[in-house]
């Protein structure tokens, strides 16, 4: 089984940092890209920023500039530094990852989600 745990959430001032952590874990060939999204109450779940397996990261507009996404390959673990935090940041973040399964001679892969941690900035 493969799983995504995603830790670092938490409550912090405005203008204060995170870093979330998001470790993959399980039987499995090789990861693909990974990613951070973001799904406020009442919202639709969206794009924070994704790193390939190469380094190579894309951003949204709103985390250009305060958040970096970064990944170590060999702890199987992406992360997302999160700095200048806004009350607007606040939502449920979670970490995506494309995983490829190797059945005998054949490969697969699909995308795989953790279970999200809270991030809530506030006064």
């Known amino acids: 089984q493969v799983q995504l745990v995603e830790s670092g959430g938490g409550l912090v001032q405005p203008g204060g940092s995170l870093r979330l952590s998001c470790a993959a874990s399980?039987?499995?060939?090789?990861?693909?890209?990974m990613g951070w999204y973001i799904q406020a109450p009442g919202k639709q779940r969206e794009l924070v920023a994704t790193v390939t397996s190469g380094g190579s990261t894309n951003y949204a507009d709103s985390a250009k500039g305060r958040f970096t996404i970064s990944r170590d390959n060999v702890k199987k673990t992406a992360y997302l530094q999160m700095n200048s935090l806004k009350p607007e940041d606040t939502a449920v973040y979670y970490c995506?990852?494309?995983?490829?399964?190797?059945?005998?001679?054949?490969?697969?892969?699909?995308?795989?989600w953790g279970q999200g941690t809270q991030v809530t900035v506030s006064s």
């Open positions: 399980g039987n499995f060939f090789s990861i693909g890209p």
């Open positions: 995506k990852a494309d995983i490829f399964i190797k059945s005998g001679s054949v490969y697969s892969n699909r995308d795989y």
